[in-house]
C-alpha cells in the first residue's frame, strides 16, 4: 500500500450536490441504489473515479443510460464521461452479516447499523467518498416491519408506508450539506426513551435515544447527559442545535466511542446504559463526557468539517477541548484537569517516543484509521488549550465567532480555524503554528540562580524538542508557560516591574528566555507550568522541600498535584536505581508530606485522592530513557506498601469516615467513593489486620458497581485466593450483562499473578466472549498488553506472543481494532536488549503474514525499521 501525503491534496474533479439514496435490507443481500446529481469542477477531461470497497456492482447508468466505459477494480469505479452535469445512478449489493470489519453497513445484534468514518461509506456505494465534497441527501430504507420497526437516517422523517408483503419503509431528508462520512442508517427493534429540549431560540427539539429492548432504565443518564451539553454549548459559545430531531442509538458491536453522524448519533453501548447497580462511578462520568463530545460535533465538525482527513484535528482536537470544558463545568476543575493530563503522560508521550510519531495534523497516511490517536485528539486538544490560553476566554470566544461566520457550511483546514483565531483577536499566531506541523514532546528545562548581596534572582528557561521517528528537525515553538514564585512563607511574588511575573506567564518563543526579579531576601521556589499550560516535559533540580512547599503552598491545584507526583516519582525512581541503599531521608520527608495531605480529605476530597494516588506505571515509564520492567515495576509497589503500612492508621479513619447514602451520582457521593476505595485498596496492599474482613463486608453490602469493583480492584492486592473467590461471586451475578462482564474480563486480564498466561486462554473460551465483538477484545487482549505490565513483558517473551497470535487472528475478522491493541508492541523503544529482540521478534512474525490488513501493515512497518 502507498502513503498518501498531506501536500498532495487536490481540490475534487467533480462535486456532488444531491444524493438520493434507497436501501432494500437483507442481512446477506442488501440492495442499495444511489442516485446523485454530479457536477465537474472546473475545465477537464479527467474520468470520474469513485470510491468503493467490498461492494458488488450490480448496475450502472449516467442520465438513465446504462454505462459501458467504465472499468473497475477492488478500490475504484472510474468512468468516463464528457458530461458535464449529469445524474449518476449506481446500484450495489452488501453482505452485513459477514461484516466484521464494522465500517460501512453491519448487522450487530439482531440491528443493522452503519460506521462510515473515516471511510467507511465506499463499502456501501461507489462514491466520491472524501470529507469535501458535501451534499444534500434523501434516504429511503425497505425492511422487514416486525424485526426491524425502527428505520432510522440522518434528518427529519418525511415519510413512510406499509407493502403487502410485510415490508415497511421510512423516508428520511437532511436539509444539511454533509459529507459522506457522517452519513447513518439504523435499523431494528429497540426501546425508546423520549424527551425533549428547548433551544435559546424557543425552538423544540425531539430527543430519541434507541437502546435494546429491556433497557430503558439505562438511558435516562444519557438523556440528562444530552441536554446538559445542549444548554451548555448555547451558554458558553452561543451554539443551538440545528435540526428539530436529535436521535442516540446504543449497539453492542462497534470500534469506536461513538460517532456524531448528523442527526443520528451511534454509540458503542458502554457510552450510553448506566444504572447505580451496574456502572461505576467512572462510567457516569464517561457517558457525560461522550455524549458531550458528540453533541459538539454538531457544530465543530458537522457544520464545519475537514477538508481533508489530514485536518481530523481541526474537529477532534477542538471537540476534545470542548468536551473537556464542559466536563470541567460538569464537576470537578482540577480532577478532570488531572485526568486529562493523565492521558497525554501514560499515552500520548509514549506515541512520541515510538515509531508512531507524528504532528497532531500528520503529514503521510496510509490507514486513516490508524490516526485516530492521543497525538490528534488529545494533544490536539492541548494545541487548542494553548490557544486559549493566550486569547483568554474572550478572545477565544471571538475566534470561535469568526470561525463560523467564515466557514459555516465548508470543509476547511486547521490552517484556517488558526488564522480566525487570529483575525478576531489581533494576536499572532504564525509561530504557534509550528505545533501543527511539528511533533514530538518538547522539553523545557529551567534552572535559577539567586545573588544573596543582591536578592537578585534569575529563572533561565530553556526549550528543546528531542527528534522523534518521523520528524528530525525540530524548531523552537510558542509556549505559554505559566509559573509562579513563592517565599518561604508560600505567598506568591508579586513584583508589577516584572510583566512575566505579573502575568504568572512567559511566552516561550526562543530556545533560551531569563527572568530576573531583585529585591528578595531569600531564594523562592518556583512552581512550573502551573495547570498543565503547554503539552511538554518540566525538567527543574527540585530538592524534596520544595516539592512539598509546592504541595501546600501553590495558588494552583492542579500544581500541588503535580508537585506530589514528582515527589512519588523521585521516590521510585531512586529505589529502582538503588534498592540495596533506598534514601530513607527522602522516603521520610515523602511520608510527612502524605501524612498532610490526609488534612485535604474534607475540604477538597477530589485532589486530595488524587494526590495519595502515585503516578501509574506507564507514566514513570515516560519519565526515564530506558525502561527496566522489574525493578521500575517493584519500586512503585514498595513505595505504595510503605505509605500503606506506614499510614496504616490513617488510611484505616480515612475509610471509616466515608459515610454515603444509598446511591447517588452526585460530585460529593464520587468523591467520597473514591477516598474509600483508595483507603480500601492501601489498607489490602499494607496487609492490614481488617483489609479482607473490610473487603468482604463492603462486597456483600454493595448497593453500586463502583464500591463493588472497589473491592475487586482493591483484593488484586491481596491473596490470590480472596481475589479469586470475590471473582467468582462477581461473574455469578453478572453473566448475563456483557458490560459488567467486561469489568471482570479485564480485573482478570491485568491481575498480578504468575500463571497469568495459562488464565488468559481460559478467559478466551469463555462463553461470553468473542473475538467479533470490540469491547470484549479491548477488555481482555487490551487490558492484558496495555496494563499487565508483568504478564505482557515476561521475560520469556510469551505475553508478546500470546498478543501477536491474537492480532494475527483479529487481522481478519477486524483490522482497525487489531491495529488499536498492538500498540504496546510496537512501543519496544526504551525496553533492555532481550525485550526488544522478543518484542520485534513477534512484529516480524506478524509482518510475514500474506493477508496483513493496511491498519496493520502501517503501523509494523513503521515500528520495524
Ligand atoms: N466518533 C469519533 C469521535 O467522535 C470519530 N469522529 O471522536
Ligand atoms: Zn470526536
Redesign the pocket.
Known amino acids: 500500500p502507498v502513503a498518501k501525503k498531506r501536500s498532495d491534496y487536490q481540490t475534487p474533479d467533480f462535486l456532488i450536490s444531491h444524493v438520493d439514496m434507497v436501501f432494500h435490507l437483507d442481512v446477506e443481500n442488501t440492495r442499495v441504489i444511489t442516485t446523485s446529481q454530479i457536477t465537474r469542477n472546473g475545465q477537464h477531461d479527467r474520468p470520474l473515479v469513485l470510491d468503493g470497497e467490498s461492494i458488488k456492482l450490480i448496475s450502472l447508468t449516467l442520465n438513465e443510460d446504462p454505462i459501458h466505459d467504465y472499468t473497475v477494480n477492488d478500490e475504484q469505479l472510474s468512468i468516463q464521461t464528457s458530461a458535464n452535469t449529469f445524474t449518476l445512478c449506481v446500484e450495489t449489493e452488501i453482505n452485513p452479516r459477514e461484516n466484521k470489519t464494522l465500517e460501512g453497513l453491519y448487522f450487530s445484534a439482531g440491528a443493522y447499523c452503519t460506521q462510515c468514518?473515516?471511510e467507511g461509506f465506499r463499502k456501501i456505494t461507489y462514491f466520491l467518498d472524501r470529507p469535501d465534497v458535501l451534499a444534500k441527501y434523501d434516504v429511503t430504507i425497505f425492511a422487514d416491519k416486525a424485526r426491524y420497526p425502527h428505520l432510522l437516517s440522518n434528518g427529519n422523517q418525511i415519510g413512510k408506508g406499509q407493502l403487502d408483503d410485510g415490508r415497511h419503509w421510512v423516508k428520511w431528508q437532511d436539509p444539511f450539506n454533509k459529507p459522506s462520512?457522517l452519513f447513518a442508517l439504523v435499523a431494528g427493534d429497540f426501546d425508546l426513551l423520549s424527551d425533549h429540549f428547548i433551544t435559546q431560540s424557543g425552538r423544540n427539539v425531539v430527543l430519541e435515544l434507541y437502546v435494546d429492548k429491556g433497557a430503558l432504565d439505562k438511558g435516562h443518564h444519557a438523556i440528562a447527559s444530552l441536554k446538559k451539553a445542549m444548554a451548555w454549548d448555547e451558554k458558553v459559545f452561543g451554539l443551538e442545535y440545528d435540526l428539530d430531531i436529535y436521535m442516540v442509538v446504543a449497539v453492542d458491536f462497534f470500534n469506536?466511542?461513538?460517532?456524531?453522524n448528523k442527526g443520528l448519533n451511534v454509540f458503542n453501548s458502554k457510552f450510553v446504559l448506566a444504572d447505580a447497580q451496574s456502572a461505576t462511578d467512572d462510567d457516569f462520568f464517561n457517558i457525560e463526557a461522550?455524549i458531550g463530545?458528540?453533541y459538539f460535533?454538531n457544530w465543530t465538525?458537522n457544520r464545519v468539517t475537514c477538508r481533508d482527513w489530514f485536518q481530523?484535528s481541526l474537529?477532534?482536537g477542538l471537540?476534545?477541548f470542548r468536551d473537556q470544558q464542559f466536563s470541567a463545568d460538569m464537576s470537578s476543575p482540577v480532577f478532570n484537569r488531572i485526568k486529562n493530563v493523565q492521558i497525554i503522560r501514560e499515552h500520548q508521550f509514549a506515541e512520541d517516543a515510538s515509531a508512531m510519531a507524528h504532528p497532531i495534523r500528520p503529514e503521510e497516511v496510509i490507514e486513516m484509521n490508524n490516526f485516530?490517536t492521543v497525538t490528534v485528539?488529545d494533544k490536539g486538544a492541548e494545541v487548542i488549550r494553548m490557544m486559549h490560553t493566550l486569547l483568554g476566554a474572550d478572545g477565544f470566544r471571538k475566534g470561535i465567532d469568526l470561525y463560523f461566520e467564515r466557514f459555516d457550511g465548508q470543509a476547511v483546514t486547521c490552517d484556517d480555524f488558526v488564522q480566525a483565531m487570529q483575525d478576531a483577536t489581533h494576536v499572532d499566531l504564525s509561530h504557534f503554528r509550528l505545533w501543527y506541523s511539528q511533533s514530538g514532546t518538547p522539553k523545557v528545562t529551567v534552572t535559577d540562580t539567586f545573588e544573596q548581596s543582591s536578592g537578585r534572582y534569575t529563572l533561565t528557561i530553556t526549550q528543546s524538542t528531542p527528534p522523534t521517528a518521523d520528524q528530525a528537525q525540530k524548531g523552537a515553538l510558542h509556549i505559554p508557560f505559566k509559573f509562579e514564585l513563592l517565599d518561604q512563607q508560600g505567598a506568591i511574588i508579586y513584583d508589577d516591574s516584572v510583566p512575566e511575573l505579573k502575568a504568572k506567564m512567559v511566552e516561550l518563543t526562543q530556545a533560551k528566555h531569563e527572568i530576573s526579579v531583585s529585591g528578595l531576601s531569600e531564594k523562592p521556589t518556583p512552581s512550573l507550568l502551573l495547570n498543565f499550560s503547554a503539552p511538554v516535559k518540566v525538567e527543574y533540580p527540585y530538592s524534596h522541600q520544595q516539592l512539598s512547599h509546592i504541595i501546600l503552598h501553590s495558588s494552583d491545584e492542579f500544581s500541588r498535584w503535580d508537585a506530589s507526583q514528582s515527589l512519588y516519582s523521585r521516590c521510585i525512581h531512586s529505589l529502582a536505581t538503588t534498592p540495596d541503599s533506598p534514601d530513607e531521608e527522602l522516603f521520610d520527608s515523602m511520608l510527612v508530606a502524605v501524612s498532610g495531605m490526609f488534612d485535604l480529605a474534607d475540604s477538597n476530597p477530589a485532589l486530595a485522592a488524587a494526590m495519595l494516588s502515585v503516578p501509574s506505571f506507564e507514566t514513570l515509564s515516560q519519565q526515564v530513557d530506558e525502561i527496566h520492567v522489574e525493578a521500575l515495576y517493584h519500586a512503585q509497589r514498595s513505595i505504595r506498601n510503605l505509605m500503606a503500612t506506614s499510614l496504616s492508621e490513617k488510611w484505616l479513619a480515612l475509610y471509616n469516615k466515608q459515610i454515603i447514602g444509598s446511591y447517588q451520582y452526585n460530585a460529593d457521593d464520587v468523591d467520597k467513593r473514591r477516598l474509600r476505595n483508595l483507603s480500601l485498596s492501601y489498607l489490602v496492599q499494607g496487609d492490614a489486620p481488617q483489609a479482607s474482613k473490610l473487603l468482604s463486608a463492603q462486597f456483600a453490602s454493595a448497593d453500586n458497581m463502583t464500591d463493588s469493583l472497589g473491592v475487586l480492584k482493591a483484593a488484586q492486592y491481596g491473596p490470590v485466593a480472596q481475589f479469586d473467590n470475590l471473582m467468582v461471586q462477581f461473574e455469578e451475578r453478572w453473566r448475563r450483562d456483557p458490560l459488567v462482564l467486561d469489568k471482570w474480563f479485564a480485573l482478570h486480564a491485568n491481575m498480578e499473578r504468575s500463571d497469568i498466561l495459562a488464565r488468559l486462554p481460559l478467559l478466551l473460551s469463555h462463553e461470553k466472549f468473542s473475538l467479533d465483538n470490540p469491547n470484549r477484545v479491548r477488555s481482555v487482549l487490551g487490558s492484558f498488553a496495555f496494563y499487565n505490565v508483568l504478564g505482557f513483558h515476561a521475560i520469556d517473551g510469551s505475553g508478546y506472543r500470546f498478543l501477536a497470535d491474537y492480532i494475527l487472528k483479529l487481522n481478519s475478522v477486524n483490522p482497525q481494532v487489531a491495529a488499536r491493541i498492538i500498540t504496546p508492541l510496537t512501543q519496544w523503544q526504551k525496553f533492555d536488549d532481550t525485550r526488544q529482540e522478543l518484542m520485534r521478534y513477534q512484529l516480524a512474525r506478524i509482518a510475514d503474514c500474506k493477508t496483513l490488513s493496511k491498519d496493520l501493515i502501517e503501523k509494523v512497518s513503521k515500528s520495524l525499521n
Open positions: 468514518e473515516a462520512y469506536m466511542g461513538a460517532m456524531e461522550v463530545h458528540e460535533h465538525g481530523l474537529k477532534e471537540t476534545v485516530y485528539y
